[in-house]
């Protein structure tokens, strides 16, 4: 049976990570404006504090880290008050050398390990809404080796570089989020996988996705009632269970499209269609454009790109 976080990373395809290396000593702060795309943080060594626009501030520690899937504004700073500066990370260069703030001489205060993850989906930002607006792992050891592998990995131009690299980052958010799943974590994926009854309905929407579910199915999958399955999931997951396999359902149909030379009848079967025009209508409402259109533009996008 499929598993449903394992089926995100993949449609996700995380391809490339960018990362640096930042300190700071004494009086120091910066202020990073919104980002959008996924990034992460590890604590190579001391302390300072991250301010998330949103989000309760956080006193990260060495073997700390931090993954924003969103990345809104935020600000890094050291325990003194003080005027951060300000870095626009869409118009700023990745710098290859390491980035100190406040006092230039001595020993660091702290030392991160920053970077962001470049994904190839155009669903990205759907999936990445299933996710918390914010994550902090603290004392997991296979994160903290891993972020050391990505560090050493991007700073090196060794042959296979680009393949490693793809494949660790992959590894990195798999292990980030397993290690923030449970049920105190904000509606989402991660929390509707951490109730066992939910997630046998979800392992079973995902695994077929192109069978016709209805909601009486899939409670019967949870062993609730249609009523308690539907409220329960909705609270968990962020969206009705429907509202749920739609959303996955187009998803796949939208790889399908991007990544495969497939008539639409096929694509329909695929993901629970009886037939092209019910495919076709239910697409366009849920994309805003047919998908022969959408299959199109894909298309002359990935032409471009070469």
């Known amino acids: 049976m499929n598993d449903p976080l394992s089926d995100v990373i993949a449609l996700l395809q995380p391809r490339t990570v960018f990362s640096k290396c930042i300190s700071g000593a004494g009086r120091w ?24 626009d949103g989000q309760e501030i956080l006193t990260l520690e060495a073997g700390d880290f931090v993954l924003l899937p969103a990345t809104p504004g935020f600000t890094l700073s050291g325990f003194e008050p003080v005027t ?28 991160l390990l920053g970077g962001y993850f ?20 603290r004392g997991v050891e296979r994160l903290a080796v891993l972020v050391r592998l990505v560090g050493e990995e991007s700073s090196e131009l060794r042959a296979g570089r680009d393949l490693v690299l793809t494949r660790l980052v992959e590894v990195l958010l798999v292990e980030a989020l397993r290690s923030t799943s449970g049920e105190d974590a904000p509606p989402g994926l991660l929390r509707g996988l951490a109730d066992a009854r939910l997630a046998l309905a979800m392992r079973q929407m995902h695994s077929d996705p192109a069978r016709s579910w209805t909601m009486a199915q899939l409670a019967k999958k949870a062993a609730l009632s249609r009523s308690a399955f539907f409220d329960r999931f909705t609270r968990a997951v962020g969206l009705p269970p429907m509202e749920y396999l739609l959303a996955w359902r187009m998803t796949i149909a939208k790889d399908l ?42 298309l002359n996008i990935a032409s471009n790109a070469q």
């Open 84 to 111: 951060a500066e300000r870095i626009d990370p869409k118009v700023t260069a990745v710098p290859t050398a390491e980035v100190r703030h406040g006092r230039r001489g001595g020993r660091p205060d702290v030392r």
């Open 29 to 52: 702060g910066v202020r990073y404006s919104d980002f959008g795309q996924p990034s992460f943080c590890a604590v190579l060594e001391g302390s300072c504090l991250l301010a998330v």
């Open 118 to 137: 470049v994904f190839d989906s155009p669903d990205a930002a759907l999936l990445v809404s299933l996710l918390p607006a914010q994550m902090h792992v």
């Open 257 to 298: 499209l991007r990544h495969h030379d497939f008539g639409l009848a096929e694509v329909a079967e695929r993901v629970g269609y009886s037939s092209a025009s019910t495919f076709s209508t239910a697409f366009s409402r849920h994309v805003g454009q047919p998908p022969s259109r959408y299959a199109r533009e894909r």
